[in-house]
């Protein structure tokens, strides 16, 4: 069998990007979108990830022109199975590395870097990037330590984080080497197409949107991270003054029913649509009129670059990475996490004041335009690798 760097361009190398679970989430989608650019640039890539959560693969294995690998590690209710599936994962994963004769592996949060980086070692692979891209809620706090051991060790050549706070986190809190650390910010990719008249009135019917009526947008995971119960605390004053206002949360995860009673309790559920983990993201964006993010913390969160970079006016609590994008009043609102009174104010500032919208949106998205592409952050990743590969020659 031929080795995969036998096929590369000149200058190129072959790369690995590792995942801990294939899902709908930030991570992922960042993962999938820099595997897309170094391939569209000559690469010869490969992903994996240690398990399909939540049945992806038949998707993503159609959708991307590169290989996407399932590494079967895991399964949600495995039970005491688990453990032999990881241990029969993390030789596939080593297999993978040794055929695949990789260059460069960067791994994907926590749990990837825990369980890829000795893989990667033992394989011989030059290059092992991990990468951080905010705190995780309940993780164990030897986990933690044995996450920085890991990081800090012979085992990673480095760790990249996507933002200053989360660089300032990960040293300051996890105990984290600082020169071991690169900050990369997310980018994502701008050029969409926008909705012809048929297809916004579809989805207008579908989202009971009424004529005149505006749509409050807030994507993300029903956790407690993603703070939206704050949000549903705020919006039966808002219905008070626009009660054709429709709030959508698109996102799926473990408080879908917590949050869905307690809009029943508000006496909002007519007003409010959990939409479920969608593929149409984009779409939605260009519907809406508004973009939420409650979140408790963040890193850097793909939702508000990409709403953001469909022209929205956002509102978002002032966690993390989130306060090095928005500057309050000049290209979005800021306003305290875990206080559903300041939401309130704010989107009833937005709702009230349409020049406003429109005058945040265009300043959000030149900012986006300006600093958080998809493009750039490659070349960042590009330069990074190519410096690290230099290193060890």
């Not at 072959?14 to 000559?42: C, E, I, K, N, Y």
């Amino acid at each position: 069998m031929m080795a995969a760097s036998e096929h590369q361009p000149r200058g190129k190398f072959p790369v690995l990007f590792l995942g801990s679970q294939m899902a709908t989430g930030g991570a992922q989608r960042v993962l999938l979108d820099q595997a897309g650019w170094f391939h569209h640039q000559g690469y010869h890539v490969t992903v994996a990830f240690f398990y399909d959560r939540e049945k992806m693969g038949e998707k993503w294995y159609a959708a991307y022109p590169f290989p996407v690998i399932d590494l079967k590690a895991w399964r949600t209710r495995g039970g005491i199975a688990n453990p032999f599936r990881l241990l029969r994962g993390w030789f596939r994963l080593y297999r993978l590395l040794r055929n695949g004769q990789f260059s460069v592996v960067e791994t994907f949060t926590h749990h990837a870097n825990l369980l890829g980086l000795p893989a990667v070692w033992a394989a011989g692979t030059p290059v092992r990037a991990a990468s951080h891209h905010g705190r995780i809620g309940d993780f164990p706090g030897w986990l933690t330590r044995l996450h920085a051991w890991v990081v800090n060790s012979f085992l990673a050549s480095c760790l990249v984080v996507v933002s200053e706070r989360v660089r300032s986190y990960a040293v300051n809190s996890e105990g984290i080497k600082p020169e071991k650390i690169f900050v990369i910010a997310n980018g994502i990719e701008l050029s969409r197409q926008p909705l012809n008249d048929s297809d916004r009135a579809a989805l207008a019917n579908e989202l009971g949107l009424p004529p005149g009526g505006l749509l409050a947008l807030s994507v993300g995971r029903l956790t407690e991270q993603k703070g939206h119960t704050y949000l549903l605390d705020a919006i039966p004053a808002i219905l008070e003054q626009f009660p054709e206002t429709v709030f959508a949360i698109a996102g799926d995860g473990p408080l879908r029913r917590e949050l869905e009673a307690t809009a029943e309790r508000l006496g909002i559920s007519r007003s409010v649509r959990f939409l479920g983990t969608r593929a149409d993201v984009p779409e939605l964006l260009q519907m809406a009129d508004i973009f939420v993010l409650p979140s408790l913390w963040e890193g850097l969160p793909i939702a508000l670059l990409e709403a953001m970079g469909a022209g929205l006016p956002v509102i978002a609590t002032q966690v993390e990475g989130v306060e090095e994008i928005i500057v309050d009043g000049e290209n979005g609102l800021l306003l305290p996490p875990v206080d559903a009174e300041s939401l309130k104010i704010a989107m009833l500032r937005l709702l009230t004041q349409p020049d406003l919208r429109v005058n945040l949106g265009s300043a959000g998205r030149a900012l986006v335009e300006d600093a958080f592409s998809l493009d750039q952050m490659g070349k960042r990743y590009e330069d990074l690798f190519l410096s690290l590969l230099e290193r060890t020659r």
